[in-house]
Structure formats: structure tokens, C-alpha cells
Nanobody, 115 residues
């Protein structure tokens, strides 16, 4: 069973930075793309960033130039470095991995951007 655990969320002022982490177990991590999504109440979950098995990354237009996704295939982790945070970035952030066994999600980590 694939298991994902996010951490690193918290309260930050506008313009600040946070680094989210996602620990993955139960999957051949290095073979799969990993995604970060976010969701606010009443809205659909939004894809923020993705990194494939070759470490090629893609970003939502709203975060390009501010967020950076990375992966560590030794420790089976993915990271989301978030800089210049804006109030509209506030959300629950989820880590996601899909393989032949299904579509797997962590429980999420809350990011609050407020002065």
C-alpha cells in the first residue's frame, strides 16, 4: 500500500517562504511522477506542480517563478519550495502519486498566508 505523509505547512506572512515535504513509502518511488495539489473550501483540488521520474517539472501558471518542486530518490521524498507567498496561496496542500495500483493521496498540510 502506498503511503504519503505531508509536512511543513504553517502560518506565514505575505512575501514569506515555506518548504513542504512529502514522504512516500510502499511504491517504487523513483519510477513515478509525484504531484502537489492544493484545495480551499468550496473549490476543486488544483494541480500546483508535478515532477516526473526524470525530474522534469511543470507548474501551474499561478505559481511559476515562485514555487519549485524537487525530489530525492534516496529518501523517497518530494519537496515544494514556496517563495513570495500570497494570500491566495493559502490552502491545504496534498501530495499525490499514481501507479498501476491506484491514485494515492496524503492527508494534506495546511498553509496559511496572513499578516
Amino acid at each position: 500500500q502506498v503511503h504519503l505523509v505531508e509536512s511543513g505547512g504553517g502560518l506565514v506572512q505575505p512575501g514569506g517562504s515555506l518548504r513542504l515535504s512529502c514522504a512516500v513509502s510502499g511504491a517504487n518511488f523513483r519510477l513515478h511522477a509525484v504531484n502537489w495539489y492544493r484545495q480551499t473550501p468550496g473549490k476543486q483540488r488544483e494541480l500546483v506542480a508535478t515532477i516526473d521520474s526524470s525530474s522534469i517539472s511543470n507548474y501551474a501558471d499561478s505559481v511559476k517563478g515562485r514555487f519549485t518542486i524537487s525530489r530525492d530518490n534516496v529518501w523517497n521524498r518530494t519537496y515544494l519550495q514556496m517563495n513570495n507567498l500570497k494570500p491566495e496561496d493559502a490552502a491545504v496542500y496534498y501530495c499525490n502519486l499514481r501507479n498501476s495500483g491506484g491514485d494515492f493521496w496524503g492527508r494534506g498540510t495546511q498553509v496559511t498566508v496572513s499578516s
